[in-house]
C-alpha cells in the first residue's frame, strides 16, 4: 500500500468484464458537498489510464464526455459509478452526492459498495453529516479509510487534519486513525505557502516525488527521517495493536526489528476487517500531468487493503413469499441474486439499471425474476414478474461499454429492466429469491404540486410514476382530505431536482401550491337541528322534515348514527337515507368545510307525506338539520398532532426545545442516546413542522434526525381557527 513497490497501470484504464471476485474492489466515496469527491474520482481514473491528460479515452482517441461528466457530477445529485483497471484489479469507483437531501443516493452506494473511502478537506474539516456516516459504517463494520484534500489551500494543515479526523473518527481509539503518510512540502511562494510535491511513506520511509507530474521514488534526505520518526513508530504501534499476532507486540517492545512485510500484512488486514483506519493524503493532477499527488497510494490501498467481495458476508434472502433461503456468500456458479442499487432514465435508451451481483452470473438477454418490496406507501408497486435482462455495460460518464457478462461481487448497469426499480432483487426465474432491504430515510419535507395546463395534466401521472420509480426515497402521496398530489421530499434540493427531472426529462411542467395539512371539524357541546326540505312545483312535490340532536363524542370515535324515532314520525325506509344525508354533509364540514368527527347524531323526530316524501328528501333535509345544529353551536377546528422524535447532538437540545416550543410544541422527554446526542420526544401540531425537514438541518448544522408520526387530532387555538375560517369564506 504505497510502501511495496512502485505500480505503473499497464494494462490499467477502463474495466472489463471481471472473472473472478477476488480480482474485484467495490470502494464508496462519502464526504460532504465540496469535499472533493468527484475531483479525486478523476485524479483516480486519470493516474489509472481511464483518461489521458486531454480527457481523452484511449481508445481509439474518440473524445469522452468525462470533463463534462465531472462538472455535472460536481453538482451531482446521484449515485455515480465509475470503473477502472489498476494492477490487475477492476476497481469500482462509487461516487455520492455530499448533499444531506440526497442520502438515499449515499445509502445506495454504501449498499453496493465493501469500503468506503471518506473524503475530507484540510480547509473545512469535518463535518456533523460526515460523522454520522461513520457511524452508519460503523455499525456494519464496512472497512474505512480516510483521503485528505485541498491540502493546496492556504490554511491546509495536513497534521491538524489528521488529529481532527482520529478524534471525530477514532471513538475510544483514536490510534486506530493514523497516517500512512506525511506530505512534503516545496519552496514557499511569495504569500508564504509551501505547496505539498510529494509524500514520505512512514513504513517504507521511502520518498514519493510528484513534483514533476508523475510519481518517482526516491531515498530521503537525512533532514527527513527525523522529521518522521514519531508519527512512524506511532503508525508501527498502532498496526502491532491490531495484529493477530500477540507476540508482535513483545518482539517490539523488547527492542526487536519488526520487517516491513509483515507490517504490511498485518496493517492490510486490520483496514480489511475495519479495525484500523488509514489516513492519506490526495491532490488533483496539475495540468498536463499524468498522476495527481498520493493517487498511486490510494490506488495501492484500495486493492492491497480494501477487502474482495469474497469477504463479504452473504446477505439475509428469503423467498418472495417469506421462506429463509441460504445463499453461499459471492458464488459465481451459485444461483443469481442480484440487487437493483440505483435506477435511471436514459432519454436514448430508456431505463438503466445500476446492479450489484451478491451471487451467479448476469449475462445479457438472460430472463430474470424481479422481486420487490412493494413499498406503496411510496408509489411503488411489489414487484414479481420475470423480465428480459438487456445489454450489460461499464459506464464511464455517457459512454458505455459492453460487458459480456458480470460475476458476483462485480457491479453492471442493464439495459430495459422496465419494471425492475430500486431496491428490488433480480434472481433466475425458476428459483425467486427476495434480499433485505437497505433502510431509506423517511422523507418528510412536502411539495404539494398541480399540473400547470391540460396538457401538462394528462402527463403527470405518468411523469411522477417515473419520477418515483428512480428515487424509493420519495413518496408520492394523493391526499383524498384536501385533494392534493404530494411529494414528499428529504430536502429543498431533492425538492428542487424532482421539479426539474419531470420538467425537463419527462415534459411536465407543474406549479407548486401551498401545503395543505387535513384539518376536521367537531362540536364543542350539545346542539339541535331541525332540516325541512318542502316543496311543491307541479307533478310531485319534495317532502321531508327531520330533528337531530348532535353531541360531542371521545376522540377518534368517529361518527355515530342513533335512530330514536317513536310512532314511525319518519317511515323506517328513510331513516337510512337520514343518515346518509348527514353522513354527507359532515364529510364536507360544516364550518370550514373541513370533514366533521367525533359526534353523535341521534334523529328524534320528523314527517313524512304518503306521496311527496322520497329519499333524496329525507337525504336533504338530514343535511339541513345539521347544518342548523352547526350554526347554533361553537365549532370546533381541530388539527393533527405529530408525535415528533429528535435525534440531535447534545450541543443543540437546548435550540431544538427552544424551536419546539416555538411551533407549539410540548416536549413530553428526553433521554441520553449515547455518542454524545440526546433523544428529544415532543407533540407538535402538523401545520407547524411542514418544513421542519429544512428547519432542524440548519438549526443543528446538519447534525439532527427527526421523525414524526400521527398522534390524533386536537382543537386549534381560537385565533388560529378563526384565521383559517376567514379564509376559508374568502375563497
Same mark, same amino acid.
Given at each position: 500500500?504505497?510502501?511495496?513497490?512502485?505500480?505503473?497501470?499497464?494494462?490499467?484504464?477502463?474495466?472489463?468484464?471481471?472473472?473472478?471476485?477476488?480480482?474485484?474492489?467495490?470502494?464508496?466515496?462519502?464526504?460532504?458537498?465540496?469535499?472533493?469527491?468527484?475531483?479525486?474520482? #478523476?485524479?483516480?481514473?486519470?493516474?489509472?489510464?481511464?483518461?489521458?491528460?486531454?480527457?481523452?479515452?484511449?481508445?481509439?482517441?474518440?473524445?469522452?464526455?468525462?470533463?463534462?461528466?465531472?462538472? @455535472?457530477?460536481?453538482?451531482?445529485?446521484?449515485?455515480?459509478?465509475?470503473?477502472?483497471?489498476?494492477?490487475?484489479?477492476?476497481?469500482?469507483?462509487?461516487?455520492?452526492?455530499?448533499?444531506?437531501?440526497?442520502?438515499?443516493?449515499? @445509502?445506495?452506494?454504501?449498499?453496493?459498495?465493501?469500503?468506503?473511502?471518506?473524503?475530507?478537506?484540510?480547509?473545512?474539516?469535518?463535518?456533523?453529516?460526515?460523522?454520522?456516516?461513520?457511524?452508519?459504517?460503523?455499525?456494519?463494520?464496512?472497512?474505512?479509510?480516510?483521503?485528505?484534500?485541498?491540502?493546496?489551500?492556504?490554511?491546509?494543515?495536513? =497534521?491538524?487534519?489528521?488529529?481532527?479526523?482520529? #478524534?471525530?473518527?477514532?471513538?475510544?481509539?483514536?490510534?486506530?486513525?493514523?497516517?500512512?503518510?506525511?506530505?512534503?512540502?516545496?519552496?514557499?511562494?511569495?504569500?508564504?505557502?509551501?505547496?505539498?510535491?510529494?509524500?514520505?511513506?512512514?513504513?517504507?520511509?521511502?520518498?514519493?516525488?510528484?513534483?514533476?507530474?508523475?510519481?518517482?521514488?526516491?531515498?530521503?534526505?537525512?533532514?527527513?527521517?527525523?522529521?518522521?520518526?514519531?508519527?512512524?513508530?506511532?503508525?508501527?504501534?498502532?498496526?502491532?495493536?491490531?495484529?493477530?499476532?500477540?507476540?508482535?507486540?513483545?518482539?517490539?517492545?523488547?527492542?526487536?526489528?519488526?520487517?516491513?512485510?509483515?507490517?504490511?500484512?498485518?496493517?492490510?488486514?486490520?483496514?480489511?476487517?475495519?479495525?484500523?483506519?488509514?489516513?492519506?493524503?490526495?491532490?488533483?493532477?496539475?495540468?498536463?500531468?499524468?498522476?495527481?499527488?498520493?493517487?498511486?497510494?490510494?490506488?495501492?490501498?484500495?486493492?492491497?487493503?480494501?477487502?474482495?467481495?469474497?469477504?463479504?458476508?452473504?446477505?439475509?434472502?428469503?423467498?418472495?413469499?417469506?421462506?429463509?433461503?441460504?445463499?453461499?456468500?459471492?458464488?459465481?456458479?451459485?444461483?443469481?441474486?442480484?440487487?437493483?442499487?440505483?435506477?435511471?432514465?436514459?432519454?436514448?435508451?430508456?431505463?438503466?439499471?445500476?446492479?450489484?451481483?451478491?451471487?451467479?452470473?448476469?449475462?445479457?438477454?438472460?430472463?430474470?425474476?424481479?422481486?420487490?418490496?412493494?413499498?406503496?406507501?411510496?408509489?411503488?408497486?411489489?414487484?414479481?414478474?420475470?423480465?428480459?435482462?438487456?445489454?450489460?455495460?461499464?459506464?464511464?460518464?455517457?459512454?458505455?461499454?459492453?460487458?459480456?457478462?458480470?460475476?458476483?461481487?462485480?457491479?453492471?448497469?442493464?439495459?430495459?429492466?422496465?419494471?425492475?426499480?430500486?431496491?428490488?432483487?433480480?434472481?433466475?426465474?425458476?428459483?425467486?429469491?427476495?434480499?433485505?432491504?437497505?433502510?431509506?430515510?423517511?422523507?418528510?419535507?412536502?411539495?404539494?404540486?398541480?399540473?400547470?395546463?391540460?396538457?401538462?395534466?394528462?402527463?403527470?401521472?405518468?411523469?411522477?410514476?417515473?419520477?418515483?420509480?428512480?428515487?424509493?426515497?420519495?413518496?408520492?402521496?394523493?391526499?383524498?382530505?384536501?385533494?392534493?398530489?404530494?411529494?414528499?421530499?428529504?430536502?429543498?434540493?431533492?425538492? =428542487?431536482?424532482?421539479?426539474?427531472?419531470?420538467?425537463?426529462?419527462?415534459?411536465?411542467?407543474?406549479?407548486?401550491?401551498?401545503?395543505?395539512?387535513?384539518?376536521?371539524?367537531?362540536?364543542?357541546?350539545?346542539?339541535?337541528?331541525?332540516?325541512?326540505?318542502?316543496?311543491?312545483? $307541479?307533478?310531485?312535490?319534495?317532502?321531508?322534515?327531520?330533528?337531530?340532536?348532535?353531541?360531542?363524542?371521545?376522540? $377518534?370515535?368517529?361518527?355515530?348514527?342513533?335512530?330514536?324515532?317513536?310512532?314511525?314520525?319518519?317511515?323506517?325506509?328513510?331513516?337510512?337515507?337520514?343518515?346518509?344525508?348527514?353522513?354527507?354533509?359532515?364529510?364536507?364540514?360544516?364550518?370550514?368545510?373541513?370533514?366533521?368527527?367525533?359526534?353523535?347524531?341521534?334523529?328524534?323526530?320528523?314527517?313524512?307525506?304518503?306521496?311527496?316524501?322520497?329519499?333524496?328528501?329525507?337525504?336533504?333535509?338530514?343535511?339541513?338539520?345539521?347544518? #342548523?345544529?352547526?350554526?347554533?353551536?361553537?365549532?370546533?377546528?381541530?388539527?393533527?398532532?405529530?408525535?415528533?422524535?429528535?435525534?440531535?447532538?447534545?450541543?443543540?437540545?437546548?435550540?431544538?426545545?427552544?424551536?419546539?416550543?416555538?411551533?407549539?410544541?410540548?416536549?413530553?422527554?428526553?433521554?441520553?442516546?449515547?455518542?454524545?446526542?440526546?433523544?428529544?420526544?415532543?407533540?407538535?401540531?402538523?401545520?407547524?413542522?411542514?418544513?421542519?425537514?429544512?428547519?432542524?438541518?440548519?438549526?443543528?448544522?446538519?447534525?439532527?434526525?427527526?421523525?414524526?408520526?400521527?398522534?390524533?387530532? #386536537?382543537?386549534?387555538?381560537?385565533?388560529?381557527?378563526?384565521?383559517?375560517?376567514?379564509?376559508?369564506?374568502?375563497?
Amino acid at each position: 500500500m504505497g510502501d511495496k513497490a512502485n505500480a505503473h497501470p499497464g494494462a490499467a484504464g477502463r474495466a472489463t468484464a471481471a472473472d473472478h471476485p477476488a480480482s474485484v474492489r467495490n470502494v464508496v466515496l462519502v464526504g460532504h458537498s465540496g469535499s472533493g469527491k468527484t475531483t479525486l474520482v #478523476e485524479a483516480l481514473a486519470l493516474t489509472a489510464g481511464a483518461v489521458n491528460r486531454a480527457g481523452r479515452v484511449e481508445d481509439g482517441g474518440t473524445v469522452s464526455d468525462y470533463d463534462e461528466i465531472e462538472h @455535472r457530477q460536481q453538482r451531482s445529485v446521484q449515485l455515480s459509478l465509475v470503473p477502472v483497471d489498476w494492477d490487475g484489479y477492476k476497481i469500482n469507483i462509487l461516487d455520492t452526492p455530499g448533499y444531506a437531501d440526497f442520502v438515499g443516493e449515499l @445509502r445506495a452506494g454504501l449498499r453496493a459498495a465493501d469500503a468506503a473511502l471518506f473524503v475530507v478537506s484540510a480547509s473545512d474539516g469535518v463535518d456533523g453529516s460526515t460523522r454520522m456516516v461513520w457511524e452508519e459504517c460503523a455499525a456494519v463494520g464496512m472497512p474505512r479509510a480516510i483521503v485528505v484534500t485541498h491540502l493546496e489551500a492556504a490554511r491546509a494543515d495536513f =497534521d491538524e487534519m489528521t488529529r481532527i479526523c482520529a #478524534e471525530a473518527f477514532g471513538g475510544d481509539d483514536p490510534d486506530a486513525v493514523l497516517p500512512l503518510y506525511l506530505p512534503l512540502h516545496g519552496e514557499e511562494g511569495p504569500d508564504g505557502h509551501a505547496p505539498v510535491t510529494g509524500l514520505i511513506g512512514l513504513l517504507s520511509q521511502q520518498l514519493f516525488d510528484y513534483s514533476s507530474g508523475e510519481r518517482k521514488e526516491a531515498e530521503p534526505g537525512p533532514e527527513q527521517l527525523p522529521l518522521i520518526e514519531e508519527a512512524r513508530n506511532r503508525l508501527i504501534e498502532g498496526i502491532i495493536a491490531e495484529s493477530e499476532d500477540e507476540t508482535l507486540m513483545d518482539r517490539y517492545l523488547g527492542g526487536a526489528e519488526i520487517d516491513l512485510k509483515t507490517l504490511v500484512d498485518d496493517l492490510e488486514r486490520a483496514v480489511a476487517r475495519g479495525t484500523f483506519f488509514p489516513v492519506l493524503a490526495a491532490a488533483p493532477a496539475a495540468e498536463g500531468a499524468r498522476q495527481g499527488l498520493g493517487t498511486v497510494e490510494l490506488l495501492e490501498l484500495i486493492t492491497g487493503g480494501f477487502p474482495t467481495p469474497l469477504e463479504r458476508a452473504a446477505p439475509t434472502v428469503t423467498t418472495p413469499d417469506g421462506a429463509a433461503r441460504e445463499v453461499r456468500a459471492c458464488d459465481p456458479d451459485g444461483p443469481l441474486l442480484a440487487e437493483v442499487v440505483k435506477t435511471a432514465s436514459d432519454p436514448y435508451v430508456g431505463r438503466v439499471s445500476l446492479v450489484r451481483v451478491f451471487s451467479g452470473t448476469l449475462r445479457p438477454d438472460a430472463t430474470v425474476h424481479v422481486s420487490g418490496h412493494g413499498l406503496t406507501d411510496r408509489g411503488h408497486e411489489d414487484h414479481d414478474v420475470d423480465e428480459r435482462v438487456g445489454a450489460l455495460s461499464a459506464p464511464f460518464g455517457k459512454q458505455q461499454r459492453a460487458l459480456t457478462h458480470c460475476i458476483a461481487g462485480d457491479l453492471a448497469c442493464v439495459a430495459k429492466l422496465n419494471r425492475a426499480e430500486t431496491g428490488d432483487t433480480l434472481s433466475a426465474k425458476d428459483d425467486p429469491l427476495l434480499m433485505e432491504p437497505w433502510q431509506m430515510p423517511d422523507p418528510l419535507l412536502p411539495l404539494a404540486i398541480q399540473a400547470h395546463s391540460k396538457a401538462d395534466e394528462d402527463k403527470l401521472s405518468q411523469g411522477l410514476g417515473r419520477l418515483v420509480a428512480e428515487d424509493p426515497t420519495m413518496r408520492l402521496e394523493q391526499n383524498q382530505n384536501t385533494h392534493q398530489v404530494v411529494l414528499w421530499c428529504l430536502g429543498e434540493a431533492h425538492a =428542487d431536482v424532482a421539479l426539474e427531472r419531470l420538467r425537463n426529462r419527462y415534459g411536465v411542467q407543474v406549479d407548486v401550491i401551498p401545503y395543505k395539512v387535513s384539518l376536521r371539524e367537531t362540536f364543542a357541546g350539545r346542539s339541535a337541528g331541525r332540516g325541512r326540505h318542502v316543496k311543491q312545483s $307541479g307533478g310531485h312535490g319534495q317532502f321531508a322534515i327531520c330533528e337531530i340532536e348532535v353531541e360531542p363524542l371521545p376522540n $377518534g370515535s368517529g361518527i355515530e348514527f342513533v335512530d330514536k324515532v317513536v310512532g314511525g314520525a319518519v317511515p323506517r325506509q328513510f331513516i337510512p337515507s337520514v343518515e346518509k344525508g348527514v353522513r354527507a354533509q359532515a364529510a364536507k364540514g360544516v364550518a370550514a368545510g373541513h370533514p366533521l368527527i367525533d359526534v353523535r347524531i341521534t334523529l328524534l323526530d320528523g314527517k313524512a307525506h304518503s306521496v311527496d316524501s322520497s329519499d333524496a328528501a329525507f337525504q336533504t333535509a338530514g343535511a339541513l338539520a345539521l347544518r #342548523e345544529a352547526a350554526a347554533d353551536a361553537r365549532i370546533h377546528l381541530l388539527e393533527p398532532v405529530a408525535e415528533v422524535t429528535v435525534l440531535v447532538g447534545d450541543d443543540y437540545v437546548g435550540a431544538v426545545m427552544s424551536d419546539l416550543s416555538g411551533r407549539r410544541g410540548r416536549v413530553v422527554g428526553t433521554e441520553q442516546a449515547g455518542g454524545g446526542r440526546t433523544l428529544v420526544r415532543a407533540e407538535v401540531p402538523e401545520i407547524e413542522i411542514g418544513r421542519y425537514a429544512v428547519d432542524l438541518r440548519s438549526l443543528s448544522h446538519g447534525t439532527a434526525r427527526f421523525s414524526r408520526t400521527y398522534a390524533r387530532h #386536537e382543537p386549534m387555538p381560537p385565533q388560529i381557527a378563526e384565521r383559517i375560517r376567514e379564509q376559508a369564506q374568502e375563497a
